[in-house]
T-cell receptor
Framework: DAGVIQSPRHEVTEMGQEVTLRCKPI?????LFWYRQTMMRGLELLIY????????DSGMPEDRFSAKMPNASFSTLKIQPSEPRDSAVYFC???????????FGSGTRLTVV | GQQLNQSPQSMFIQEGEDVSMNCTSS?????WLWYKQDPGEGPVLLIA?????ELTSNGRLTAQFGITRKDSFLNISASIPSDVGIYFC????????????FGKGTTLSVSS
C-alpha cells in the first residue's frame, strides 16, 4: 500500500496567488481529514470528509480556504488568495472508520512570500 | 474549542533512560492515541487505547488510558537515538462528525 499521497511536497508562492494542495487517501478508507501544522498552534483540523461528504469544516480559517472531495480517491485544499500567514505544513490523513487512528501523508510545506 | 494539555513540551535525555509523557483534557474521550512525528514526515500511529484503564504495550512503548477518561500517558523504556522526534497525544469522542484533537507535542532528544 502506498499510503496517503500528498502533492506537492513543497510549495513556495507569492502572496495573492492561488494554491492547490492534493491528496490521495488509502484505497478503501472512507474518511479524509485535512490538518494544518504550525509551531504556534500545533496540529489543527481544517475539514473532515466522510464518504466524500464534508462533515465538519468549522476549522477552515476563512472563505479563502476551500476543500473538495470529488471522489473516494482524491481531495483538494485550495487557498485563494494566499497570504503569508498561511505558511504551514498541511497534512492529509485518511481512516477506515471515524473511530481509531488515522494514516497521515507526508505533508505539503507551504511558504507564502 | 477542545484542548489537550501535553507535557512536558520537550525532553533531553541520555540513551538508555526511560521517558514518560502525559496528556490531560477537560473533556472525556472514548479513544486516546499516541503518534510520533519524524522530521519532514507526517505523524505515525504508535498506540491506540479504547477503554478506560487500558494498558497497552508496543515494544518498548507502553501507554495507558486514564480511569477518568480525561488523561493518558506514554512511557518509553531504555531509549535509543531513533526515539528522537515529536510525540503527540490525540483524543477522539467517537461520535458522528468528530475528529482527532491533538496535543501540542513533546519533543524528545536522545544523546548517546
Amino acid at each position: 500500500d502506498a499510503g496517503v499521497i500528498q502533492s506537492p511536497r513543497h510549495e513556495v508562492t507569492e502572496m495573492g496567488q492561488e494554491v492547490t494542495l492534493r491528496c490521495k487517501p488509502i484505497s478503501g478508507h472512507n474518511s479524509l481529514f485535512w490538518y494544518r501544522q504550525t509551531m504556534m498552534r500545533g496540529l489543527e483540523l481544517l475539514i473532515y470528509f466522510n464518504n466524500n461528504v464534508p462533515i465538519d469544516d468549522s476549522g477552515m480559517p476563512e472563505d479563502r480556504f476551500s476543500a473538495k472531495m470529488p471522489n473516494a480517491s482524491f481531495s483538494t485544499l485550495k487557498i485563494q488568495p494566499s497570504e503569508p500567514r498561511d505558511s504551514a505544513v498541511y497534512f492529509c490523513a485518511s481512516s477506515l472508520d471515524r473511530a481509531g487512528g488515522y494514516t497521515f501523508g507526508s505533508g505539503t510545506r507551504l511558504t507564502v512570500v | 474549542g477542545q484542548q489537550l494539555n501535553q507535557s512536558p513540551q520537550s525532553m533531553f535525555i541520555q540513551e538508555g533512560e526511560d521517558v514518560s509523557m502525559n496528556c490531560t483534557s477537560s473533556s472525556i474521550f472514548n479513544t486516546w492515541l499516541w503518534y510520533k512525528q519524524d522530521p519532514g514526515e507526517g505523524p505515525v500511529l504508535l498506540i491506540a487505547l479504547y477503554k478506560a484503564g487500558e494498558l497497552t504495550s508496543n515494544g518498548r512503548l507502553t501507554a495507558q488510558f486514564g480511569i477518568t477518561r480525561k488523561d493518558s500517558f506514554l512511557n518509553i523504556s531504555a531509549s535509543i537515538p531513533s526515539d528522537v522526534g515529536i510525540y503527540f497525544c490525540a483524543g477522539q469522542f467517537n461520535q458522528a462528525g468528530t475528529a482527532l484533537i491533538f496535543g501540542k507535542g513533546t519533543t524528545l532528544s536522545v544523546s548517546s
